[in-house]
């Protein structure tokens, strides 16, 4: 495993870097990266901290500052430490910039201003955490997404990670003898959508769940017969309900939401 020093500049949170740089280092196998995150990088006095921190433990340095000024301190000092300097976003702002005819605007953080998306994610997260696990059914009518699915499918985290989006989502488990809310099977305006994995991994899920409780895995609900019951009854009430499936048994909660929300899109486009 090589590791090397990977230093984050970052003129407000610093999550479009780190998202970057994640997609980015996912291509190169056997390397590890010792990341230093500079956040809120707003004067030159900070900068010369950083640039002191980068003169110790030299590597390469990603940024997104749009202050000229600070941009020219920064790429002046990695040239005097002789460190290659890259800013992440410039080929993107130089091609928004071309095609719509405009300057680009020198103001950091400006993605996360306190805008109507912003409210809107927040209203969406206090929505979800309100409709986790199957509460508020009579809400359901509001969301703009509901998932279904037997325990341990990841229908949380996924709400979670859509409401941060913003997106309102519910979700409703689908436990043995007992009944899904009315609510559920009369819904016009949000799509359900059914998670699902395979019984085995999902056995493994529930064993490791129940030794983090320090609880017996000696049930049924991780016994794989009934897991495999359990699986293929929500199966049939999603295809008997005419509901998209996502087997998540080999996608993270943020693949698995890029495609609940083309699903959607695509449900939106035709309730119109």
Same mark, same amino acid.
């Given at each position: 495993?090589?590791?090397?020093?990977?230093?984050?500049?970052?003129?407000?949170?610093?999550?479009?870097?780190?998202?970057?740089?994640?997609?980015?280092?996912?291509?190169?196998?056997?390397?590890?990266?010792?990341?230093?995150?500079?956040?809120?990088?707003?004067?030159?006095?900070? !900068?010369? $901290?950083? +640039?002191? %921190?980068?003169?110790?433990?030299?590597?390469?340095? #990603?940024? /997104?500052?749009?202050?000229?000024?600070?941009?020219?301190?920064?790429?002046?000092?990695?040239?005097?430490?002789?460190?290659?300097?890259?800013?992440?976003?410039?080929?993107?702002?130089?091609?928004?910039?071309?095609?719509?005819?405009?300057?680009?605007?020198?103001?950091?953080?400006?993605?996360?201003?306190?805008?109507?998306?912003?409210?809107?994610?927040?209203?969406?997260?206090?929505?979800?955490?309100?409709?986790?696990?199957?509460?508020?059914?009579?809400?359901?009518?509001?969301?703009?997404?509901?998932?279904?699915?037997?325990?341990?499918?990841?229908?949380?985290?996924?709400?979670?990670?859509?409401?941060?989006?913003?997106?309102?989502?519910?979700?409703?488990?689908?436990?043995?003898?007992?009944? !899904?809310? $009315?609510? +559920?099977? %009369?819904?016009?305006?949000?799509?359900?959508?059914? #998670?699902? /994995?395979?019984?085995?991994?999902?056995?493994?899920?529930?064993?490791?769940?129940?030794?983090?409780?320090?609880?017996?895995?000696?049930?049924?609900?991780?016994?794989?017969?009934?897991?495999?019951?359990?699986?293929?009854?929500?199966?049939?009430?999603?295809?008997?309900?005419?509901?998209?499936?996502?087997?998540?048994?080999?996608?993270?909660?943020?693949?698995?939401?890029?495609?609940?929300?083309?699903?959607?899109?695509?449900?939106?486009?035709?309730?119109?």
């Amino acid at each position: 495993m090589t590791e090397f020093h990977l230093h984050l500049v970052s003129d407000s949170t610093g999550e479009t870097l780190q998202s970057m740089t994640k997609a980015a280092l996912v291509q190169f196998e056997g390397v590890s990266p010792i990341e230093h995150i500079w956040t809120l990088t707003r004067t030159v006095r900070q !900068l010369d $901290d950083i +640039l002191d %921190s980068i003169a110790q433990k030299p590597g390469l340095v #990603l940024y /997104t500052l749009v202050n000229e000024e600070m941009r020219n301190v920064l790429e002046i000092g990695c040239k005097r430490l002789n460190v290659a300097c890259v800013s992440i976003l410039d080929p993107v702002l130089a091609a928004f910039s071309s095609y719509l005819g405009q300057e680009i605007k020198q103001l950091p953080g400006r993605q996360h201003k306190l805008d109507q998306n912003y409210f809107g994610r927040i209203d969406a997260l206090n929505f979800t955490m309100a409709h986790d696990d199957g509460q508020m059914p009579e809400g359901l009518k509001d969301a703009q997404i509901v998932l279904v699915g037997v325990s341990r499918t990841s229908k949380t985290p996924t709400s979670f990670y859509l409401a941060h989006r913003g997106y309102k989502t519910a979700n409703v488990p689908i436990v043995p003898n007992i009944p !899904l809310p $009315d609510e +559920l099977f %009369s819904l016009n305006k949000p799509i359900v959508v059914g #998670l699902t /994995t395979s019984p085995e991994r999902l056995s493994e899920i529930r064993k490791n769940r129940l030794l983090s409780l320090h609880e017996t895995v000696e049930t049924d609900y991780v016994d794989r017969e009934r897991i495999k019951e359990e699986v293929i009854f929500a199966r049939k009430m999603c295809t008997r309900e005419g509901w998209p499936i996502i087997d998540v048994s080999r996608r993270s909660v943020e693949e698995t939401a890029a495609q609940i929300i083309t699903l959607y899109n695509r449900h939106r486009e035709t309730a119109v």
